[in-house]
């Protein structure tokens, strides 16, 4: 299953130092290694979890990620502020 | 409760207690001992004159009932397990470290997947929320590990320096941030815990088949309960307001028709709880579109089309109402349809806020042009 192709997940293959730490972290198989390097073979398939780009210690990955529940982010859209999660209150958090 | 399983079998490291609190050492000191009156402690482990936990590998009928009711309802909130530093089997100080979240459940995972296996588990505070969750909002973090390895004595304990983080649990931890600050290596293990043997057999090497993420028809399944709960957890304002105006009359509200009348549009609430909330994620990859309103819009109209003309038949709707039937239920679909992201594995944040930013406006104009039609048929003549 893919979803909607506009995830902000962006590769800098010059400063990939071909360490292979993204295509552990990441759930999606976004990144595959090639020639010592990796690649951003699978971007569609992105969801933004931020786990590559926070292992990445060369700065190579950049992403916006967050809490990607509708309910925080129509929470945040009624507020004006950024998505807000529930998870103080007794609703069932994500 | 019955412990099941022991498996502290003995050597001269260890000893089983049969009251946990027992093995405090003395009265001078003074300890919370909240950890070893879990009902999965088994006993107590010494080392290095430290007493930890035993955690047990089997899951009681008890553990798995937990499961059903963490899945259902607020339980999920209080299921937690105290942070800290537990023993699987018999460890050494060259045994395994697999480090998880304070939530029972991948606690409960983990320490089934250790079974026969001599290991630690290094339990962080997230706050009682799950390993994926909780990294997403970095409660399972860079800092709550330097935290939690300071805290627990692990240092002490084992010789190497490596712990195995679950890997859904990399967007919260920076890998070499916390080798860094504490020494101890980040490897990332599968993303599913009952793939641990596996990983360690392969030395330590996640299969590509083990470090993605699926989204099964069970998997999907599970998630229903809690879609459908917070829904219907609106129900009762919802059919107050279908109560209300299908008993107005130039008199004012009189709810003696209203029952009847609104029957159509109470069932249908419940029809589109069922339909966004339960049955959209059931068929998630088999309805069209990538967008979850779009898919929402899709089941709403296949479910709600059909069922306004059987209505109409039998409650002499006009087609005015009819359409606010459709547009409405429709629109609920939608919208629960959307909530649904929030249990997927695969959608991501930029995408829930390009659908709700022109579904969100659509699904109230919807809801309050539905009450419109609703109420110009039914007393809009008459005034």
């Known amino acids: 299953m893919k979803y909607l192709q506009n995830s902000t997940l962006k590769f800098f293959p010059e400063k990939c130092t071909g360490c292979g730490r993204c295509t552990e972290v990441c759930p999606h198989a976004v990144f595959e290694m090639s020639d010592k390097k990796a690649v951003m073979k699978h971007k569609d398939k992105c969801m933004e979890c931020g786990a590559c780009a926070k292992n990445c210690a060369f700065g190579a990955i950049s992403v916006n990620s967050g809490v990607g529940c509708a309910a925080a982010v129509i929470t945040g859209m009624l507020r004006g502020t950024e998505p807000v999660c529930g998870c103080d209150s007794s609703s069932g958090c994500c | ?383």
């Not at chain 2, 994926?132 to 004595?153: D, H, M, P």
């Not at chain 2, 029809?271 to 967008?291: C, E, I, Q």
């Open chain 2, 1 to 383: 409760m019955d412990k099941q399983f022991q498996p502290v079998t003995g050597g001269n490291k260890s000893m089983l207690l049969k009251s946990p609190a027992a093995a405090c050492c003395g009265p001078a000191q003074k300890i919370d001992d909240s950890i070893f009156r879990q009902d999965f402690v088994t006993g107590t482990f010494i080392n290095e004159q430290v007493t930890f936990p035993v955690a047990a590998t089997l899951l009681t009928r008890k553990d798995r009932w937990n499961h059903v009711k963490a899945r259902t309802g607020s339980f999920r909130n209080n299921f937690t397990v105290v942070p800290g530093l537990y023993a699987v089997g018999n460890p050494s100080s060259n045994s395994d470290v697999f480090v998880s979240a304070n939530y029972g459940m991948s606690f409960n995972y983990l320490r089934e997947a250790l079974h026969g296996m001599n290991a630690w588990i290094l339990v962080l505070d997230t706050k009682g929320i799950n390993v994926w969750c909780a990294a997403g909002k970095g409660t399972f973090g860079t800092a709550e590990v330097v935290n939690r390895i300071r805290l627990s004595g692990v240092e002490k304990v084992v010789k190497h320096r490596k712990i195995i983080v679950p890997q859904l649990g990399a967007p919260g931890v920076d890998a070499a941030e916390v080798q860094k600050q504490t020494g101890f290596r980040v490897m990332y293990g599968p993303v599913l815990a009952k793939d641990i043997k596996a990983y360690v057999a392969a030395g330590y090497k996640a299969t590509g088949e083990m470090r993605i993420i699926k989204f099964g028809v069970i998997d999907r399944l599970v998630l229903t309960p809690m879609e459908i709960n917070p829904a219907m957890k609106k129900y009762p304002q919802f059919a107050l307001a279908v109560l209300v105006i299908f008993g107005l009359t130039p008199e004012g509200i009189i709810f003696k028709n209203a029952f009847y009348d609104g029957m159509p549009f109470l069932l249908g609430g419940l029809f589109a709880v069922l339909t966004g909330a339960f049955m959209t994620p059931m068929l998630l990859p088999f309805v069209p579109f990538r967008s979850f309103a779009l898919k929402g819009l899709l089941t709403g109209l296949a479910v709600f089309v059909p069922l306004s003309f059987s209505m109409a038949d039998v409650f002499q709707y006009s087609e005015l109402t009819q359409l606010a039937f459709v547009l409405l239920f429709t629109a609920f679909t939608s919208y629960f349809a959307v909530q649904f992201t929030g249990a997927t594995t695969f959608t991501h944040l930029s995408g829930v806020k390009k659908e709700l930013k022109y579904a969100l406006p659509i699904y109230i104009v919807t809801a309050v042009l539905s009450a419109f039609l609703i109420l110009y048929d039914r007393v809009g003549g008459m005034i």
